[in-house]
């Protein structure tokens, strides 16, 4: 069944590839970082919303991708390609390292002490000059490629990161349909019981933090080819409120959720006649409106409204 | 060697003493009945076992192995089950996946193959489903296999326990008060239910309130009061016994 919604999805993607070549750069780039921020709050979407484990340091692995890039492609004159994995390892080490030790806290304390990790990476960011080049940042970043074909286009970033970010919605479908995705929903559901049955609650809470790091540095990675420029600023406390919406109102556990809410979340305070200062009001608004009327998310609403059709399809052609 | 050796094992909360100096076995295929009055320890007894609660003082020995310091999924693999008391459910999941989660110890594959979809997890899937749908049938619950496990009538919801407690194959079943909330007819239902589990050569370690479903069942009877044993024996043997009748009825 999810095979066949991962084709259904792969001509959705072909149609907006085609659309999106048709539109301006400004549509493309706008797909693009909703791509980015995808990846990242799919992450989230694994980790919070199917596995029930907060973790709130998702800005600081997007910033361990970001920064590995930058620093490897524009000082040591690595592989854009091998910056990313780098990052990736660097971030997998360090959610395993975070998340290994805080393991015996419960909800709520494990995702203040995941904060804090959050913090420390972020002041290491904005004071580590000479690795990091301070508020300055770290600019000339070279552009993504793949032996000679060069993602230098805004319509060549939106394809490629949308492939990507499709393809780890896809995986984690896979996962979920799998003995893995059964133990995170038993977790999450009731942590002891799932224990006494057999599930090794510890190794798996570590593993759901750590493929979530993972895709967050992979975000971080592909916006620091994009942007070609990474600051501390973009990866503070702002952005992870930003996730959290995302994965709220997308519905939590969905994957297609946050993709959804990474869509709206990019999109929306651009085409809004308000100042952009605006954003965290609108995500609060958007946030108390989706938890009162619709709290499984646009995805879950939608999936329920469909059902329903379907249902009284079905009764209207049997009478 | 006992199947399960329980040595003097002590659990204090602050400073009420649970469980003081508790020991007894269970041999194979045996079943073995725990009473006493609320409040005497037999929850707590059940949780130390399985893992949950770590004991202060004293050993438990599986099969020859030490588990006091397991945790419980180890414990569980190696070959305990037990059921709850009060039903514990995981939300949004269906009865079938339930149970599916109850074989996980007995299954290998991890992350990697569920991204890849390799032959292996597919068989192992398959299995799983099989023993899955088995175990419901023996408890009657086939039927539900997709509905959601909140929305089990009660004792529906205590033979969800118990499938999930059989499909992994154990040598030993804790079930924790089994028959609360049942009626007279499904009360006879769980007594036949728990005599053909016995037959499969399973040990059972059963607690219960009503004598009704523990007599019929059990070969040897513990009592427990204050987390002490009181009396140990076959079950006309500690009807009989003054200190049981007194911890149930109060001194003269």
Redesign the interface.
């Known amino acids: 069944m999810q095979l066949g919604k991962f084709r259904a999805f792969l001509i959705v993607y072909v149609i907006a590839a085609i659309v999106s070549a048709n539109m301006g750069i400004w549509w493309q780039s706008m797909l693009t970082f909703a791509g980015i921020t995808a990846i990242a709050s799919l992450g989230m979407d694994l980790a919070i919303g199917y596995a029930g484990q907060i973790t709130l340091a998702q800005p600081a692995f997007v910033a361990i991708g970001a920064y590995s890039s930058a620093i490897l492609t524009t000082r040591y004159d690595v592989h854009p390609l091998l910056g990313v994995v780098v990052g990736l390892v660097i971030a997998g080490l360090l959610s395993y390292l975070l998340a290994f030790p805080l393991v015996k806290l419960r909800g709520f304390y494990f995702g203040l002490a995941t904060l804090g990790f959050a913090e420390i990476v972020s002041v290491i960011n904005h004071n580590a000059i000479p690795l990091t080049g301070g508020t300055q940042g770290i600019t000339m970043i070279p552009y993504l490629s793949i032996g000679p074909f060069v993602f230098d286009s805004a319509l060549k970033q939106s394809l490629l990161v949308w492939l990507v970010s499709v393809f780890l919605v896809f995986?984690c479908l896979?996962?979920g349909?799998?003995?893995?995705?059964?133990?995170y929903?038993?977790i999450?559901?009731?942590e002891?019981?799932?224990?006494?049955?057999?599930?090794?609650?510890?190794a798996y809470r570590v593993?759901a933090v750590v493929?979530c790091g993972l895709f967050g540095s992979l975000a971080g990675s592909l916006q620091a080819h994009i942007v070609t420029t990474v600051c501390p600023e973009s990866f503070g406390l702002a952005l992870l409120i930003k996730y959290l919406a995302i994965i709220i109102v997308g519905g939590l556990g969905t994957f297609w959720g946050a993709t959804i809410g990474a869509v709206i979340f990019t999109i929306l305070p651009e085409i809004l006649p308000v100042p952009l200062d605006f954003n965290p009001l609108i995500f609060a608004v958007m946030l108390g409106i989706m938890l009162l009327y619709m709290p499984n998310g646009i995805y879950g609403a939608v999936s329920t409204m469909l059902r329903r059709f379907r249902l009284t399809y079905i009764i209207k052609w049997k009478s | 060697m006992s199947l399960l050796e329980i040595r003097n094992i002590t659990k204090r909360f602050g400073g009420v003493l649970a469980l003081n100096d508790i020991s007894f076995n269970v041999e194979e295929g045996e079943t073995k009945g725990v009473i006493g009055p609320n409040g005497a320890g037999k929850t707590t007894l059940f949780n130390t076992i399985?893992?949950?609660y770590r004991s202060d003082k004293g050993q438990i020995i599986f099969r020859g192995q030490r588990i006091e310091n397991l945790?419980?999924?180890r414990?569980?693999?190696l070959g305990i089950?037990?059921t709850?008391q009060l039903s514990?459910?995981?939300?949004?999941?269906s009865v079938l996946?339930h149970v599916?989660?109850?074989?996980?110890?007995?299954?290998k594959?991890?992350?990697l193959?569920?991204?890849v979809?390799s032959r292996r997890?597919k068989r192992?899937?398959m299995t799983?489903r099989e023993k899955a749908s088995q175990a419901l049938r023996v408890t009657g619950l086939e039927g539900s296999a997709t509905k959601l496990a909140t929305a089990l009538s009660a004792p529906e919801q205590r033979a969800l326990e118990l499938a999930?407690?059989l499909v992994?194959e154990p040598r030993l079943i804790i079930l924790d008060e089994p028959a609360a909330g049942l009626s007279t007819q499904e009360r006879k239902t769980l007594v036949e239910l728990i005599l053909t589990i016995r037959q499969q050569g399973k040990a059972i370690l059963l607690v219960e309130h009503d004598m009704g479903v523990v007599m019929p069942v059990s070969d040897e009877v513990v009592v427990l009061n204050f987390g002490k044993i009181i009396a140990q024996g076959t079950g006309i043997q500690i009807q009989q016994d003054r200190n049981v009748v007194v911890a149930y009825l109060g001194g003269d």
């Open positions: 995986l896979r996962l349909n799998s003995r893995v995705g059964r133990a929903r038993a999450r559901g009731d002891i019981a799932a224990s006494v049955r057999g599930v090794d609650i510890r593993q493929i | 399985s893992g949950i945790d419980s999924h414990i569980c693999s089950a037990r709850f514990r459910f995981y939300r949004g999941m996946e599916m989660v109850g074989y996980h110890s007995r299954m594959t991890g992350v193959e569920a991204w979809g997890l192992e899937e799983a999930q407690a992994v």
